[in-house]
């Protein structure tokens, strides 16, 4: 028991997320004989689980604004706070990915339409030109 425990441990310490953490808080309460020493070790864990927290809090958030509004800036926002984690979450990148997909094809549409519009208004112009 208590190596799974010390297993846990240094899993939250390499990577600091709660589910880590509350893993290996789990296993320290279910141990008989207290070991200070590994209490201590979760103990200074701690702030950097809640730092990693917040983190994914932020990113999650700005993620979830450029879902909402589709817009280069928007994604631009969630990129920096998503490959700024202290621990990488594939998810949140297979949420990007899919993210940057979804706005390139929304601005190649958009570059078409304007291109179309361009044309357009040259053709009337051209056909204003020779009715004159």
Known sequence: MKEKLIEAIEKAEDEPTKSNYDKAISLLDQLNDKDERLAERLEKIKPTVEAYEEELKLAKEAIEKAEENLNRETYNEAYKLV?????????????????????????????????????????????????V
Request: glycine share 0%; charged share 50%.
């Open 83 to 131: 490959v700024t984690l202290s621990v990488p979450n594939s998810r949140l990148d297979r949420q990007l990915e899919a993210l940057d997909q979804e706005i390139t094809k929304i601005e190649e549409e958009e570059k078409l339409a304007k291109e179309k519009e361009e044309a357009e208004r040259i053709a009337a112009e051209k056909a204003e030109a020779e009715r």
